[in-house]
């Protein structure tokens, strides 16, 4: 069966551990990556553009985690622009 073009099969979800790493998110904040790198792009980048952990706890990314209150609003957006085939807003 065809995967359809989106799909939140695409991306991840880093959690963050009990100690904030010191190129990461500041805020106690799940974000979203890409599953599948892609060339020319930054491979340690989350969505909203922020560094990755040195060592992130991925997790599948399901429906139900889009309502966790810690998600990155920033994240969001640019997963909301992707799934509707528009640019990402600039963060």
Not at 10 to 32: G, K, M, N, S
Request: hydrophobic share 40%; proline share 10%.
């Amino acid at each position: 069966m065809p995967r359809p073009a989106w799909s939140l099969h695409a991306y991840q979800l880093i959690e963050p551990d009990e100690q904030l790493d010191l190129f990461a998110c500041r805020e106690v904040r799940v974000h979203l990556s890409a599953r599948q790198l892609e060339l020319g792009g930054f491979a340690d980048r989350t969505l909203c553009g922020g560094l990755l952990p040195a060592q992130p706890a991925w997790r599948d990314l399901n429906k139900p985690m889009l309502r966790d209150k810690r998600l990155c609003p920033a994240c969001r957006a640019t997963l909301d622009a992707q799934r509707r085939g528009e640019r990402p807003p600039l963060a």
